[in-house]
Protein backbone atom coordinates (compact mmCIF):
# COMPACT_ATOMS: atom_id res chain seq x y z
CA UNK A 1 0.00 0.00 0.00
CA UNK A 2 2.71 2.82 0.83
CA UNK A 3 4.48 1.49 -2.43
CA UNK A 4 1.67 2.36 -4.15
CA UNK A 5 1.03 5.90 -2.29
CA UNK A 6 4.20 6.79 -3.36
CA UNK A 7 4.02 5.98 -7.05
CA UNK A 8 1.28 7.92 -7.01
CA UNK A 9 2.64 10.84 -5.50
CA UNK A 10 5.47 10.44 -8.23
CA UNK A 11 3.01 10.62 -10.63
CA UNK A 12 1.36 13.95 -9.32
CA UNK A 13 4.59 15.50 -8.84
CA UNK A 14 6.26 14.56 -12.27
CA UNK A 15 2.49 15.97 -13.91
CA UNK A 16 2.98 18.78 -11.68
CA UNK A 17 6.70 19.29 -12.63
CA UNK A 18 5.75 18.95 -16.21
CA UNK A 19 2.64 21.79 -16.16
CA UNK A 20 5.15 24.15 -14.64
CA UNK A 21 7.62 23.91 -17.30
CA UNK A 22 5.06 24.05 -19.92
CA UNK A 23 3.33 27.37 -18.64
CA UNK A 24 7.19 28.31 -18.42
CA UNK A 25 8.19 27.91 -21.78
CA UNK A 26 8.27 31.56 -23.52
CA UNK A 27 10.42 30.02 -26.43
CA UNK A 28 7.34 28.60 -28.75
CA UNK A 29 4.76 30.69 -30.52
CA UNK A 30 1.86 28.12 -31.14
CA UNK A 31 0.11 29.72 -33.90
CA UNK A 32 -3.08 28.70 -35.94
CA UNK A 33 -3.45 29.45 -39.76
CA UNK A 34 -5.88 28.20 -42.71
CA UNK A 35 -3.16 28.64 -44.92
CA UNK A 36 -5.34 28.74 -48.09
CA UNK A 37 -5.70 32.13 -48.81
CA UNK A 38 -3.14 33.81 -51.27
CA UNK A 39 -1.31 36.00 -50.67
CA UNK A 40 -1.66 36.44 -46.84
CA UNK A 41 -1.06 31.92 -46.23
CA UNK A 42 -0.71 28.99 -48.70
CA UNK A 43 1.04 26.14 -49.65
CA UNK A 44 3.41 26.61 -51.99
CA UNK A 45 5.28 23.08 -53.31
CA UNK A 46 4.14 22.06 -49.63
CA UNK A 47 5.78 24.82 -48.04
CA UNK A 48 3.96 27.57 -45.91
CA UNK A 49 4.08 30.92 -47.03
CA UNK A 50 2.53 33.95 -47.57
CA UNK A 51 2.31 37.79 -46.28
CA UNK A 52 0.85 36.27 -42.57
CA UNK A 53 3.58 33.52 -42.71
CA UNK A 54 6.55 35.24 -43.12
CA UNK A 55 5.38 38.26 -40.83
CA UNK A 56 4.53 35.89 -37.77
CA UNK A 57 8.06 34.62 -38.21
CA UNK A 58 9.13 37.83 -38.18
CA UNK A 59 7.48 38.73 -35.00
CA UNK A 60 8.68 35.47 -33.43
CA UNK A 61 11.96 36.61 -33.93
CA UNK A 62 11.58 39.70 -32.26
CA UNK A 63 10.33 37.90 -29.48
CA UNK A 64 13.45 35.27 -29.58
CA UNK A 65 10.90 32.49 -30.43
CA UNK A 66 10.06 29.71 -32.58
CA UNK A 67 6.75 29.07 -34.53
CA UNK A 68 4.90 26.35 -34.08
CA UNK A 69 2.12 26.16 -36.92
CA UNK A 70 -1.17 24.38 -36.69
CA UNK A 71 -2.74 24.39 -40.01
CA UNK A 72 -6.84 24.47 -39.37
CA UNK A 73 -9.94 25.31 -41.05
CA UNK A 74 -10.57 29.07 -40.84
CA UNK A 75 -14.12 28.62 -39.21
CA UNK A 76 -12.08 26.82 -36.57
CA UNK A 77 -9.60 29.38 -36.08
CA UNK A 78 -11.38 31.32 -33.16
CA UNK A 79 -13.30 28.37 -31.33
CA UNK A 80 -9.50 27.15 -31.04
CA UNK A 81 -8.34 29.96 -29.10
CA UNK A 82 -10.94 29.80 -27.16
CA UNK A 83 -10.70 26.09 -26.51
CA UNK A 84 -6.94 27.01 -26.17
CA UNK A 85 -5.86 24.38 -28.30
CA UNK A 86 -3.02 27.33 -29.52
CA UNK A 87 -2.34 30.47 -28.51
CA UNK A 88 -2.31 32.84 -31.83
CA UNK A 89 -4.20 32.98 -34.70
CA UNK A 90 -3.34 34.71 -37.95
CA UNK A 91 -5.17 34.18 -41.25
CA UNK A 92 -6.01 37.70 -42.43
CA UNK A 93 -9.18 37.84 -39.94
CA UNK A 94 -11.39 40.63 -39.52
CA UNK A 95 -11.23 42.55 -36.31
CA UNK A 96 -15.09 43.02 -35.37
CA UNK A 97 -16.70 43.19 -31.84
CA UNK A 98 -18.59 40.13 -32.67
CA UNK A 99 -14.84 38.34 -31.84
CA UNK A 100 -13.65 40.72 -29.19
CA UNK A 101 -15.91 39.38 -27.54
CA UNK A 102 -14.25 35.98 -27.20
CA UNK A 103 -10.66 36.57 -28.24
CA UNK A 104 -8.56 39.74 -28.24
CA UNK A 105 -6.58 41.36 -31.23
CA UNK A 106 -3.11 42.83 -31.42
CA UNK A 107 -3.24 46.22 -33.46
CA UNK A 108 -4.35 46.40 -37.16
CA UNK A 109 -1.90 45.09 -39.21
CA UNK A 110 -2.88 45.85 -42.47
CA UNK A 111 -6.13 47.54 -43.92
CA UNK A 112 -8.60 45.24 -45.89
CA UNK A 113 -12.17 45.01 -46.58
CA UNK A 114 -14.96 42.98 -48.76
CA UNK A 115 -15.17 43.45 -52.55
CA UNK A 116 -17.21 41.92 -55.16
CA UNK A 117 -15.91 39.20 -57.53
CA UNK A 118 -17.47 38.79 -60.95
CA UNK A 119 -16.93 37.60 -64.67
CA UNK A 120 -15.36 39.81 -66.75
CA UNK A 121 -18.02 39.59 -69.39
CA UNK A 122 -21.01 39.89 -67.05
CA UNK A 123 -22.79 43.82 -66.91
CA UNK A 124 -25.56 42.83 -65.01
CA UNK A 125 -23.37 42.96 -61.22
CA UNK A 126 -21.83 46.69 -61.02
CA UNK A 127 -22.01 46.60 -57.34
CA UNK A 128 -22.68 44.97 -54.00
CA UNK A 129 -26.63 46.09 -54.50
CA UNK A 130 -27.14 44.23 -57.68
CA UNK A 131 -26.54 40.55 -55.98
CA UNK A 132 -30.15 40.05 -55.51
CA UNK A 133 -31.40 37.12 -56.50
CA UNK A 134 -27.36 36.14 -57.60
CA UNK A 135 -25.60 33.12 -56.57
CA UNK A 136 -22.39 34.36 -54.52
CA UNK A 137 -19.61 31.85 -53.51
CA UNK A 138 -18.60 32.91 -49.69
CA UNK A 139 -16.15 31.13 -47.57
CA UNK A 140 -18.00 29.45 -44.51
CA UNK A 141 -16.73 31.48 -41.10
CA UNK A 142 -16.01 34.77 -42.49
CA UNK A 143 -17.26 38.17 -42.19
CA UNK A 144 -18.72 37.76 -46.28
CA UNK A 145 -21.51 35.20 -44.81
CA UNK A 146 -22.49 37.12 -41.86
CA UNK A 147 -22.36 40.70 -43.61
CA UNK A 148 -24.53 39.50 -47.15
CA UNK A 149 -26.97 37.88 -45.24
CA UNK A 150 -27.51 40.97 -42.90
CA UNK A 151 -27.48 43.79 -45.55
CA UNK A 152 -28.18 41.48 -48.79
CA UNK A 153 -30.41 38.79 -47.78
CA UNK A 154 -31.77 37.80 -51.30
CA UNK A 155 -28.08 36.99 -52.42
CA UNK A 156 -28.26 33.15 -53.07
CA UNK A 157 -25.10 32.34 -50.58
CA UNK A 158 -23.24 29.55 -51.61
CA UNK A 159 -20.78 28.50 -48.51
CA UNK A 160 -17.81 26.51 -49.66
CA UNK A 161 -14.74 25.36 -46.88
CA UNK A 162 -11.98 26.36 -48.65
CA UNK A 163 -11.07 29.80 -50.69
CA UNK A 164 -10.20 28.51 -53.66
CA UNK A 165 -13.46 26.44 -54.10
CA UNK A 166 -14.82 29.98 -54.14
CA UNK A 167 -13.09 31.34 -56.84
CA UNK A 168 -13.49 27.58 -58.88
CA UNK A 169 -16.90 27.93 -58.58
CA UNK A 170 -17.18 31.64 -60.11
CA UNK A 171 -14.80 30.26 -62.52
CA UNK A 172 -16.60 27.75 -63.83
CA UNK A 173 -20.18 29.08 -63.81
CA UNK A 174 -21.52 27.98 -61.18
CA UNK A 175 -21.78 30.96 -59.38
CA UNK A 176 -22.47 34.48 -60.02
CA UNK A 177 -19.98 36.35 -58.23
CA UNK A 178 -17.60 35.90 -54.87
CA UNK A 179 -17.69 37.78 -51.85
CA UNK A 180 -13.94 38.29 -50.38
CA UNK A 181 -11.10 40.14 -49.06
CA UNK A 182 -9.90 43.03 -51.17
CA UNK A 183 -6.12 41.46 -51.11
CA UNK A 184 -7.29 38.04 -52.33
CA UNK A 185 -9.75 39.09 -55.01
CA UNK A 186 -7.33 41.35 -56.65
CA UNK A 187 -4.38 38.62 -56.41
CA UNK A 188 -6.93 36.02 -57.97
CA UNK A 189 -8.12 38.68 -60.78
CA UNK A 190 -4.39 39.65 -61.54
CA UNK A 191 -4.15 35.65 -62.76
CA UNK A 192 -7.65 35.06 -64.47
CA UNK A 193 -8.82 37.74 -66.98
CA UNK A 194 -12.39 35.83 -67.07
CA UNK A 195 -12.86 37.84 -63.54
CA UNK A 196 -12.75 41.28 -62.55
CA UNK A 197 -12.93 43.18 -58.74
CA UNK A 198 -15.61 45.66 -59.13
CA UNK A 199 -14.58 48.70 -57.85
CA UNK A 200 -16.83 49.61 -55.32
CA UNK A 201 -16.17 48.05 -51.83
CA UNK A 202 -18.38 46.09 -49.89
CA UNK A 203 -17.01 47.00 -46.80
CA UNK A 204 -14.05 48.77 -45.03
CA UNK A 205 -12.18 46.32 -42.32
CA UNK A 206 -9.02 45.81 -40.76
CA UNK A 207 -6.86 42.82 -40.15
CA UNK A 208 -5.43 41.83 -37.16
CA UNK A 209 -3.70 38.79 -35.04
CA UNK A 210 -6.35 36.91 -32.56
CA UNK A 211 -4.88 36.47 -29.57
CA UNK A 212 -6.19 33.89 -26.47
CA UNK A 213 -8.21 36.69 -23.82
CA UNK A 214 -6.43 35.19 -21.06
CA UNK A 215 -3.22 35.95 -22.43
CA UNK A 216 -2.79 39.87 -22.63
CA UNK A 217 0.67 39.61 -21.90
CA UNK A 218 1.32 37.95 -25.49
CA UNK A 219 -0.92 40.59 -26.93
CA UNK A 220 1.25 43.12 -25.36
CA UNK A 221 4.46 41.46 -26.87
CA UNK A 222 2.92 41.15 -30.39
CA UNK A 223 2.04 44.82 -30.09
CA UNK A 224 5.68 45.65 -29.23
CA UNK A 225 7.13 43.29 -32.07
CA UNK A 226 4.67 44.61 -34.64
CA UNK A 227 6.13 48.33 -34.00
CA UNK A 228 9.57 47.19 -34.02
CA UNK A 229 9.28 45.24 -37.66
CA UNK A 230 7.69 48.41 -38.64
CA UNK A 231 10.98 50.44 -37.54
CA UNK A 232 13.52 48.48 -38.86
CA UNK A 233 12.04 48.48 -42.82
CA UNK A 234 11.15 44.32 -42.09
CA UNK A 235 7.30 45.57 -41.99
CA UNK A 236 7.56 47.24 -45.42
CA UNK A 237 9.56 45.00 -47.15
CA UNK A 238 6.66 42.66 -46.40
CA UNK A 239 4.04 45.25 -47.65
CA UNK A 240 6.16 45.52 -50.99
CA UNK A 241 6.66 41.93 -51.62
CA UNK A 242 3.49 40.34 -51.21
CA UNK A 243 1.08 43.81 -51.77
CA UNK A 244 3.24 46.02 -54.41
CA UNK A 245 4.13 48.76 -51.62
CA UNK A 246 0.00 49.09 -51.25
CA UNK A 247 -1.26 49.27 -47.69
Not at 137 to 159: D, F, I, M
Not at 213 to 237: M, R, V
Request: glycine share 8%.
Amino acid sequence: MKMIKKLALGVVCALSLAGAAQAQDTKTLNVATDATFPPFEYFDNNVRTGFDVEMVEALAAKMGRQVNWTQIDFKGLIPGLVAKRFDVAVSAIYITDERKKVVDFTNSYYPGGLVVLGKADDASITGPEDLKGKKVSVQVGTKSVAYLKEHYPEAQLVEVEKNEEMFNLLLTGRVDAAVTGKPAALLFASKNDAVHVLPKQVTTEEYGIAVRKDLADLTAELNAALDAIKADGTYDALVSKWFGGVK
